[in-house]
């Protein structure tokens, strides 16, 4: 476990030290939107989906650089949806990462703009990618078609649909799969796409990232039970609030748990084709598996 | 005169077609985001920015049916652009098009996520393009670069600083310029990438669109001072309302129709270099200069 913590740290410091860079421009056009833009996306993080584009190019000996990057536009993605999804219409959210969220500090109409403009940044980093255009076009579909209507968006709409609504676990499990699944599914691939592979490698990595990411949504589910507003540095007890449906909720405290490790079991199942050489996607599930916060 | 306005109808009416097959999901993953997104896309309107694709790609004998699904793509990112600026945040607008703006039908939720779902599906569409890969990309770098931080977010950025300040000229164009110029430079150059193009043209066809970019802007604000709300299916007199600056307030109404006048000289000047060819991209400033609504 320490070393796996380690490796996601360094792997996390390379990627915030890659935002900062892309968030150093040439030319601003409004420098209050730079700075709004750089609030939310360089407040640290686990940066859990970058990473897992950096260890899938690794495992595949890809392209590290451009996994890297590609990792980082994710990241712009995954930061353009906390800020919307923190903005008074929507979660009306006020602690984020342990700090105000956007708009509390810039205005609701410069964090809506923010988000507009993180996730436009995101496809233009990723058509500059030092990679062959085919893979370029490749990792943008990818990209796009997870993060939007038939993915992220779209299981976003589901959540708030769903609010003060009783859930099957199979309805709940289709909202979860859109809102935070689908996502990292994109990582995934897309370090898949950095990379020479097979349809083999592709789909065993397709489920990896299936199970970690039902994995993922239990553990925060669990946590917005049991966790520390402090630690976790956003408000816990939210999805009671909201009245929403959890694996808690619908199985009990301790199925979801057996749930959880049940995934995780799955999650480095599919990764046994790669023999060692996947260690450290292996290990990542057991630190999601058991993190705090 | 006619003749234009009858290619700009028929070719207005191809984007149409185009965007609702485009609007045909296969799957939903939610269906009122669906319809939300379809609310604003599918609305009509005049279509200027595909309909410069179009011509644009024409005049170079490019790839008519990339450059009408392009300008369908640049479509959808105008139209989430509506959304998110018709919202109490920003412009709090009530009326687009005729109809109700979509955060009054669906809720400023769904509102805010259709725009983020069509931004992302536009980028989808662009990876999708019959076209090379190399041109692809090029076009996807082209158009988040207009359309983001540095182009149209920024202008929009800009434009909500400006409210209740005197502008001089120079600083309300350079707002002009990323807000709604960058997107017509945008239309414009992503029909030069559908096509084989020199650097001579391309630069030519820039000048054009920077000049139609001015000129669409004048008139707007002329549009807003003396238009008619029913016919303009948007309420007028916004401007005076949020106290914007203006080219009619800046510089006066008779200084602001002469310098709509040499912007449409000036634009099709630029196209000299192509002969007769560019006869309908030189109509269409006319149109622009003349239009009533």
């Given at each position: 476990m320490q070393q796996i913590k380690e490796i996601l740290k360094s792997k996390a410091e390379e990627v915030e030290k890659d935002l900062e860079e892309l968030m150093t421009l040439e030319e601003e056009t409004a420098p209050q939107l730079t700075e709004a833009m750089?609030?939310?996306?360089?407040s640290g993080g686990k940066r859990i989906r970058p990473v897992l584009t950096l260890l899938t190019a690794e495992l595949l000996s890809g392209n590290y650089e451009a996994a890297l990057r590609a990792g980082s536009a994710l990241e712009m993605i995954h930061s353009y949806s906390l800020i919307h999804d923190d903005l008074?219409?929507?979660d009306d959210d006020q602690l984020r990462r342990?700090?105000?969220t956007n708009h509390l500090v810039f205005g609701e109409?410069?964090?809506?703009?923010?988000?507009?403009?993180l996730?436009?940044?995101?496809f233009e980093v990723l058509a500059g990618l030092n990679l062959d255009p085919a893979a370029k076009v490749k990792i943008i579909t990818n990209t796009a078609k997870y993060s939007g209507q038939q993915g992220m968006v779209g299981g976003q709409v589901l959540d708030l649909e769903a609010e003060n609504k009783e859930l099957t676990l199979a309805e709940m499990q289709k909202v979860h799969q859109a809102k935070t699944g689908a996502l990292i599914k994109a990582a995934v691939l897309n370090g898949v796409y950095c990379s020479e592979y097979d349809a083999s490698a592709e789909k065993a990595l397709l489920a990896y990232a299936e199970n970690i990411g039902?994995?993922?949504?239990?553990?925060?589910?669990l946590l917005d039970q049991t966790g520390d507003t402090e630690k976790m540095g956003k408000v816990v007890g939210r999805d009671e609030e909201l009245n929403k449906s959890t694996y808690p909720k619908l199985l009990g405290l301790e199925a979801a748990k057996k749930a959880a490790e049940e995934h995780a079991a799955q999650?480095?199942?599919e990764l046994d084709i790669f023999g060692e050489k996947a260690g450290d996607l292996k290990a990542l599930v057991d630190y999601i598996l058991k993190r705090q916060h």
């Open positions: 750089q609030y939310t996306l360089l008074p219409a929507m342990g700090k105000k109409a410069a964090a809506i703009l923010a988000g507009d403009a996730l436009t940044y995101a039902v994995l993922f949504q239990i553990v925060d589910d999650a480095k199942a």
